[in-house]
T-cell receptor, first 109, second 114 residues
Framework: AQRVTQPEKLLSVFKGAPVELKCNYS??????LFWYVQYSRQRLQLLLR??SRESIKGFTADLNKGETSFHLKKPFAQEEDSAMYYC???????????FGTGTRLLVSP | DAGVTQSPTHLIKTRGQQVTLRCSPI?????VSWYQQVLGQGPQFIFQ???????GRGNFPDRFSARQFPNYSSELNVNALLLGDSALYLC?????????????FGAGSRLTVL
């Protein structure tokens, strides 16, 4: 079965604090993993993908195959980071995305 | 480029009716996917079409159908609507049909079934 679990519905932090949004996945093969973000009144958009191994807006995510995790991290949260974050996997050879239920990040001043 | 455009943006139907949702991909994109997002949940895959052929289907009943036209636009049809079909329906497009291609999402069509 293909499943993505985001255990936190809401994560509330203060500006400048570190952030870690958790994502665990279940898939027998080697999936592609993504983080999508939806800012208020905006469309769902790609934040980063594991094969790119890049940092976007200060966010990074490392794939841990042993723990089947793909946690999203940022060392110093900004108020503009407040948004809904979705972790997703794409099974090998397919374009479909399997999304988690999302985590709302709220960064307070 | 206007991005992925969907219509209508909002619509209200009653149980048993049929609905057609439309999607225009980004110019040059040949793949279109449809997702259903129920309130409080992540998007759930319904269909993928690439070069006018169905490439994938999610776990949805046969009441859901879709097609892609020669200009790569797409329609999603839902027959015999149920209250549980109330959701935001998202369309996404990409240049190619493989998992390596990044999806660009539209703003969605919000369907309310009464």
């Amino acid at each position: 079965a293909q499943r993505v679990t985001q255990p936190e519905k809401l994560l509330s932090v203060f500006k400048g604090a570190p952030v870690e949004l958790k994502c665990n996945y279940s898939y027998s093969g080697s999936p592609e993993l993504f983080w999508y973000v939806q800012y208020s009144r905006q469309r769902l958009q790609l934040l980063l993908r594991h094969i790119s191994r890049e940092s976007i807006k200060g966010f990074t995510a490392d794939l841990n195959k042993g723990e089947t995790s793909f946690h999203l991290k940022k060392p110093f949260a900004q108020e503009e980071d407040s948004a809904m974050y979705y972790c997703a996997l794409s099974p090998t050879g397919f374009q479909k995305l399997v999304f988690g239920t999302g985590t709302r990040l709220l960064v307070s001043p | 480029d206007a991005g992925v455009t969907q219509s209508p943006t909002h619509l209200i139907k009653t149980r048993g009716q049929q609905v057609t949702l439309r999607c225009s991909p980004i110019s040059g994109h040949k793949s279109v996917s449809w997702y259903q997002q129920v309130l409080g949940q992540g998007p759930q895959f319904i269909f993928q079409y690439y070069e006018k052929e169905e490439r994938g289907r999610g776990n949805f009943p046969d009441r859901f159908s879709a097609r892609q036209f020669p200009n790569y636009s797409s329609e999603l049809n839902v027959n015999a609507l149920l209250l549980g079909d109330s959701a935001l329906y998202l369309c996404a497009s990409s240049w190619g049909g493989s998992g390596a291609n990044v999806l660009t999402f539209g703003a969605g069509s919000r369907l309310t079934v009464l």
